[in-house]
């Protein structure tokens, strides 16, 4: 059963002049399938909508807090906050898993926490914010929630902090195998141990790091990795 609609738009902190529109949004392909409705009434061509609307708005807002930032450095962190793994947690703040209209089929099957429907619900999500309030309401949801960590994190360390997360999406989307990292030396006292971490994407990219935590290392080794890839792009 689905929560009230009206409990997401509080979450949302907007109410929906066309409601229409976010209903549209939270319709699963598998639902309208299972009824045998138009194609055009789940929310594909909104997640196609919103993933724009929401690429424009981060980037927006990585410009105006960082003016002097490279383009590359713009694009690993804009690759992250647009990630599905970010936005399913972000799609997880606001519950909306509970609000989703899915086939039978989909809902016995977990949808309701499968992180890439998650994520493609709120890029659904934002666009019919857009389309019903135009940019200033959608600007304002995305910098509250998908943006909330820009004043905390300083360049470097959210860059250091998210780089096996931006790594993995970039793999994705350049159709790569997914990131392996593995511990190829440990070295030093046991109070003050180093440890190495290779990471490697398939046969041609890999890159090592060495710091006081495997955590630390496979971050840095990652970081490493982007910089290959974008120095050396696959064919």
Known sequence: MNAPIERLEDGLEYRFANKELLIRALTHS???????????EDNEQFEFLGDSVL?????????????SASEGRLSRWKSYLVSAAHLYHCAQAIHLGEYLLLGRGEEQN?????KTL???????????????????????FIRKLVLSQLDDLDEE????????SVLQEWTQSLGLPIPRYATVETSGPEH?????????VGDRFA?????????AASQQAAGLLIEQLK????L
Request: with cysteine.
């Open 30 to 40: 598998s639902r309208v399938a299972e009824r045998g409705a138009a194609s055009w």
């Open 55 to 67: 690429g424009f708005v981060v980037s927006e807002a990585l410009v105006e807090k960082h003016p």
């Open 110 to 114: 977990g949808g309701r926490e499968r």
């Open 118 to 140: 998650l994520a493609n619900a709120l890029e659904a999500v934002i666009a019919a914010l857009y389309l019903d309030g135009g940019m200033e309401p959608v600007r304002a």
């Open 157 to 164: 360390s959210f860059e250091t902090s998210n780089s096996k």
């Open 192 to 200: 003050a141990k180093l440890f190495t971490i290779e990471a490697r």
């Open 207 to 215: 890159c090592r790091a060495t710091a006081r935590s495997k955590k």
């Open 231 to 234: 120095a050396e792009p696959p």
